[in-house]
């Protein structure tokens, strides 16, 4: 499902979007209450440009994680659109969707969750952001007797590569920092794993787990998921 802010007037779906008005504030779009789950959002033409043009980071909170952009990224995304519309995605994906090489690198690692993070002006894909970061935030409540230091986030490359994310944990997110988005994925550490961490021009955002509680929390279990 997708939520699609297509002029600079915004709707229930779109919180704070009154910000631009303010160049000392982020921008944040909240679509996280909505009755359907939403995967994407698809921001009007008009509206990126509003957004460059004042110069300011943007949140975009999504129900599988939360992405926010520096203002150099997002004055990057506004200069690749142009006149087209940009259409940025945050969600958990199945092993389905893994090529044969990932799901090989991933068959003796404790995996969390899938993390699919796209942006795409029109159809083009983005991948990159004018050397501008983006911060993301995983929804990650821990099991009973687990830290924060026993998980962390890792890119994983079509060819199977796997890259540690320096992760942090916080007020119950996992919080990665990336200057392009692709695949990643939330792993636990077992065995004394220590991955090696990637440099910044690696890096990239979020995760989260793959067993859903009552309340709608994702809770990550010790149990690999199936690859």
Do not use: W
């Not at 990126?48 to 999504?62: G, M, P, S």
């Not at 994680?65 to 659109?81: L, N, P, R, Y």
């Not at 962390?152 to 990665?176: K, R």
Request: hydrophobic fraction near 40%; aromatic fraction near 6%.
């Amino acid at each position: 499902v997708d939520a699609i802010l297509q002029d600079y007037k915004g709707d229930r779906d779109i919180d704070k979007i009154e910000h631009l008005r303010q160049p000392d504030k982020d921008v944040v779009i909240d679509v996280t209450d909505t009755e359907e789950k939403v995967s994407s959002v698809v921001i009007g033409s008009e509206t990126v440009d509003k957004i460059a043009d004042a110069k300011t980071a943007v949140e975009i909170k999504l129900p599988d994680a939360t992405v926010s952009f520096d203002k150099i990224a997002i004055g990057s995304i506004g200069e690749q659109a142009g006149d087209t519309a940009v259409t940025i995605v945050a969600k958990e994906v199945e092993d389905t969707t893994l090529t044969t090489k990932q799901k090989a690198a991933l068959e003796e690692k404790e995996v969390c969750t899938i993390l699919n993070l796209e942006a795409f002006a029109g159809e083009t894909k983005i991948t990159k952001f004018g050397g501008g970061k983006v911060t993301v935030y995983v929804p990650f409540e821990l099991p009973q007797g687990k830290t924060g230091t026993d998980y962390y986030v890792a890119h994983i490359a079509d060819e199977g590569t796997i890259t540690a994310m320096p992760t942090t944990y916080a007020n119950s997110f996992l919080s990665f920092e990336t200057t392009h988005f692709s695949n990643y994925v939330v792993l636990e550490r077992v065995n004394n794993d220590n991955p090696k961490t990637g440099d910044n021009s690696h890096l990239m955002l979020f995760a989260a787990l793959v067993v859903v509680s009552a309340a709608g929390v994702v809770v990550c279990t010790t149990k690999r998921k199936t690859i």
